[in-house]
T-cell receptor, first 111, second 114 residues
């Protein structure tokens, strides 16, 4: 069974801290890994990673994929209260058109 | 439209009743997906439509769930004889073609079965 596991499930930090969110996966036929931010209902797209070792960056957020060890990390530096959200990791299975999601990490940034 | 539109945004129904949830994808997007998110959980795939091809229904949890997509645009997810375990947020997403490039989610319908 295809599985995506995120850790930690919940994280509370102070504004200005750096956080690292983890995503590991066990799937039959990997194509890509995606990160989403979910603040209320609609997840919004952050990154799609297909190749190992290539860092994707957007402002204070960055992510990298390790296809040998089957995991990805999402880093957020100099966190702000607006970064508070649930961060979802998902894997696209080659040959299927559906994403398999992890449980999410609930990140809370305190001022 | 500018984004994926879902209605209603909230629905409270009595156990045993049927409900219909609607999704209006981004104009021109040929791929449409339904997901379910139970409290504190990740998203669970339900069904996928691509153009005129037969839908992938492999995620539908029981035969009480069905979905259709008329004219390659609007989709309706129907849950018959609702149960309390059906309570969840139902999210719809669309993309320009198969795959996830430009995969955009709607704001979802929060279904509560009492």
């Amino acid at each position: 069974e295809d599985k995506v596991v995120q850790s930690p499930l919940s994280l509370v930090v102070h504004e200005g801290d750096t956080v690292t969110l983890n995503c590991s996966y066990e799937v039959t036929n990997f194509r890509s890994l995606l990160w989403y931010k979910q603040e209320k209902k609609a997840p919004t797209f952050l990154f799609m990673l297909t190749s190992s070792g290539i860092e994707k960056k957007s402002g204070r957020l960055s992510s990298i994929l390790d296809k040998k060890e089957l995991f990805s990390i999402l880093n957020i530096t100099a966190t702000q209260t607006g970064d508070s959200a649930v961060y979802l990791c998902a894997v696209l299975i080659q040959g299927a058109q559906k994403l398999v999601f992890g449980q999410g990490t609930r990140l809370t940034i305190n001022p | 439209g500018a984004g994926v539109s879902q209605s209603p945004s909230n629905k409270v129904t009595e156990k045993g009743k049927d409900v219909e949830l609607r999704c209006d994808p981004i104009s021109g997007h040929t791929a449409l997906y339904w997901y379910r998110q139970s409290l504190g959980q990740g998203l669970e795939f339900l069904i996928y439509f691509q153009g005129n091809s037969a839908p992938d229904k492999s995620g539908l949890p029981s035969d009480r769930f069905s979905a259709e997509r008329t004219g390659g645009s609007v989709s309706t997810l129907t849950i018959q004889r609702t149960q309390q375990e059906d309570s969840a947020v139902y999210l719809c997403a669309s993309s320009p073609r198969w795959g996830v490039e430009g995969y955009t989610f709607g704001s979802g319908t929060r279904l509560t079965v009492v």
